[in-house]
């Protein structure tokens, strides 16, 4: 299908040219691990106050969980932290939808170049790749500002 191998050049593009990688200065760290599949990703995050000054990462494993931190690299850095939790609410509604969403004009605004693992969601065993970083953002952003704080703020 046309659309399936667009959204397979995003990818793969993203995997090939990553946004932001390397660990830079940040608030807070976490490492998480896919074991189903291998894949590795620590990751930091900087605040300044409730804006996402720099999301931060190495990783390691399929190109799936890597073009996804790219992505989320993309997707987060320069926001404000309620429009980050926004996209990352939408992505994982997306990704775990069983391929029973297909995106339409006002997600693809908010999700941008992550509407490209629309496709990863009919794969069960592919979801976790695509979600690593994005559970280790909400993690780190959770030490970064703390847990209870950072629900209200968005409350
Ligand atoms: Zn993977």
Redesign the pocket.
């Known amino acids: 299908m046309k659309l399936d191998s667009m959204y397979r050049e995003v990818i793969l593009d993203h995997y090939k040219n990553p946004h932001g990688r390397g660990l830079r200065d940040g608030d807070a760290e976490v490492h998480h691990v896919?074991p189903t599949?291998?894949?590795e990703i620590t990751l930091r995050v900087k605040y300044d106050g409730t804006t996402i000054q720099d999301v931060s990462y190495e990783g390691q494993?399929?190109s799936?969980?890597q073009a996804s931190a790219s992505v989320l690299n993309e997707l987060l850095v320069g926001k404000e932290l309620s429009e980050g939790q926004k996209i990352q609410e939408t992505f994982l509604e997306l990704v775990q939808s069983k391929g029973r969403i297909e995106p339409d004009d006002a997600m693809e605004e908010v999700l941008e170049d992550a509407v490209a693992f629309a496709g990863v969601s009919k794969y069960p065993a592919?979801v976790?790749?695509a979600l690593?970083s994005w559970m280790a953002w909400k993690d780190a952003t959770a030490q970064a500002l703390g847990g209870a704080d950072a629900e209200r703020k968005t409350a």
């Open positions: 896919n599949c291998g894949d494993g399929c799936i969980s592919r976790k790749c690593l």
